[in-house]
């Protein structure tokens, strides 16, 4: 289940570059931000596709060896990466002014992977990646108590219209009721919160300082968790481990690229092309048909999705 930072967390750059585009002509300055939309677009594709490939090589790896190994792989190896990179070129940016709230955030990322881990094990792929495709609208509704924000009653309709193509997914299937499906619908609300308490960082630590933290509570436990869930992984299995890791670092750093290409308006719908990408696995590399009552429910949650951004738009070139 994709877990990418929000425009929170990559929304300063792009202002860096239409600075940038002072001073040119108007032919000139639309040219450029179609570049940067093009460029920013590719970026959120990519980084869609490799959200989903780690969902897709954690579900591999979860038919032979315990979730906590798999997601102390997912954790340990992303860790490493970006502190390497933070430690060789900003060692000043692991301290933390919010320290409590950034342990919080890390210690969210891992209950929703846990729970993302869990559902990938018995839940059809795109099932999963469709519950997951409900975050956005989660994050509306809780903006409301725990960040004070105004929700109008247009998107309230499109809160409600999410949450019943969320229903519409986890519905009763031949008469009864999925109960595994309340595991990815855990991992979303997990996530909803992970994506809040990244708002709430916004101003208080880089981006930076954000991301080397984003792994850490998922390193700790899972290492501690792994003399007890340990199995001793062939070449193949340590080479995906490995992989996992990779395919969690470098995807946080696309989401960022995609963020500081272009404005959050252009790029962030395109964030739902997770939903291809899954289709595309599901269907060629686990086989697995889609249910119309998923194809249904994806619809409405990508169309309220959709909708919610927009009248955040609207809103915010109201307010200034």
């Keep these: ?38 460029t920013g677009i590719f970026w959120m594709m990519l980084t ?14 979860t038919k032979s060896y315990p979730v906590m190994e798999v997601a102390w792989a997912r954790f340990s190896v992303h860790m490493l990466l970006v502190g390497i990179v933070v430690a060789w070129r900003s060692p000043h940016l692991m301290v933390s002014h919010r320290l409590p709230l950034q342990l919080v955030r890390s210690c969210l990322l891992l209950a929703t992977t846990l729970f993302a881990i869990l559902a990938l094990r018995s839940i059809p792929f795109a099932e999963v990646q469709a519950i997951a495709a409900a975050v956005p609208v989660l994050i509306t509704a809780l903006s409301v108590p725990l960040l004070g924000e105004k929700v109008g009653w247009r998107r309230w309709v499109g809160v409600l219209a999410g949450m019943a193509g969320a229903l519409i997914i986890v519905g009763p299937v031949g008469g ?23 708002r709430k960082l916004k101003s208080a630590d880089s981006p930076t300082t954000t991301i080397f933290y984003t792994g850490m509570a998922g390193t700790l436990v899972c290492t501690l968790a792994l003399p007890f869930n340990w199995v001793t992984p062939d070449l193949t299995a340590a080479a995906l481990m490995v992989l996992l890791g990779t395919l969690g670092g470098i995807s946080h750093f696309c989401l960022i690229r995609a963020y500081s290409a272009a404005p959050a308006a252009t790029v962030a719908p395109f964030g739902y092309t ?10 060629m590399l686990f086989g697995e048909d889609l249910r119309l009552s998923t194809i249904l429910g994806t619809a409405v949650i990508v169309g309220s999705g959709v909708y919610i951004f927009y009248r955040e738009q609207m809103r915010s070139r109201q307010a200034s």
């Design 1 to 38: 289940m994709s877990t990418g930072e929000t425009t929170s967390d990559a929304g300063t750059p792009a202002a860096a570059g239409d600075a940038a585009q002072v001073g040119l002509s108007s032919a000139e300055r639309s040219l450029a931000e179609r570049r940067s939309g093009r």
């Design 48 to 61: 869609t596709l490799l959200f989903v490939s780690q969902d897709a090589t954690i579900r591999v790896l």
């Design 176 to 198: 009864t009721f999925q109960w595994a499906l309340a595991l990815p619908l855990a991992a979303a609300f997990c996530n909803a919160l992970y994506q809040i308490a990244t």
């Design 274 to 283: 997770t939903l291809v990408w899954a289709a595309v696995y599901s269907l």
